[in-house]
């Protein structure tokens, strides 16, 4: 099984662009997650999925879109990038909402 | 809304010392209780978790937590440090649709 897989691993933005973090599953989890890290502060919720075609916030939520079009997916989008932004991104999936969560290996972006 | 807060940013540890890593949480419901571990460069990994089940939970690499729900703590513990220990290590706390880490503690390893 490949897990939960995450691209790019890095990416660096000009201020304004836009782009989208690919999350990919191949664990048929119907809860997938987007956590950002940054030093200091652990990791925050920034959006999850509970199955294809529900989504809803997190902690940090501005800034950010997903959607859930399959049980697969679960991109992350920057609509204009900040370079408040500049964080490293994990995708978690898992079975359900109280099991184990298993991370993606993480996107480093930087926003110049 | 829960929380998690891991005392000690740092922790240090000579090989073969006890690690003793703290995380307090606060929860208004029975919470589901996690500790990760993060290599450099590295995704998370899960060590243990706490689920209501027994309150001593083992984990893997010789890991370990005990929940005391009177005093709101899930601290790691491992009788001796190994070289290979030293890492980033993350407690999280679970219920419902949100998970909310803490602010991570590293640990280094002496030899």
């Known amino acids: 099984n490949a897990g939960v897989t995450q691209t790019p691993k890095f990416q660096v933005l000009k201020t304004g662009q836009s782009m989208t973090l690919q999350c990919a599953q191949d664990m048929n989890h119907e809860y997938m997650s987007w956590y950002r890290q940054d030093p200091g502060m652990g990791l925050r919720l920034i959006h999850y999925?509970?199955?294809?075609?529900?989504?809803d916030q997190g902690e940090v939520p501005n800034g950010y879109n997903v959607s859930r079009s399959t049980t697969e997916d679960f991109p992350l989008r920057l609509l204009s990038a900040a370079p408040s932004q500049t964080s490293v991104y994990f995708c978690?999936?898992?079975?359900?909402?109280?099991?184990?969560?298993?991370f993606g290996q993480g996107t480093r972006l930087t926003v110049v | 809304a829960q929380s998690v807060t891991q005392l000690g940013s740092h922790v240090s540890v000579s090989e073969g010392a006890l690690v003793l890593l703290r995380c307090n949480y606060s929860s208004s419901v029975p919470p589901y209780l996690f500790w990760y571990v993060q290599y450099p460069n590295q995704g998370l990994q899960l060590l243990l978790k706490?689920?209501?089940?027994?309150?001593l939970v083992k984990g893997i690499n010789g890991f370990e937590a005990e929940f005391k729900k009177s005093e709101t703590s899930f601290h790691l513990t491992k009788p001796s440090a190994h070289m290979s220990d030293a890492a980033e290590y993350f407690c999280a706390v679970r219920n419902n649709n949100d998970m909310r880490f803490g602010a991570g503690t590293r640990l280094t390893v002496k030899p």
């Open positions: 999925s509970v199955g294809a075609g529900i989504t």
């Open positions: 978690a999936s898992s079975y359900s909402t109280r099991q184990l969560a298993f």
């Open positions: 706490y689920t209501s089940a027994a309150t």
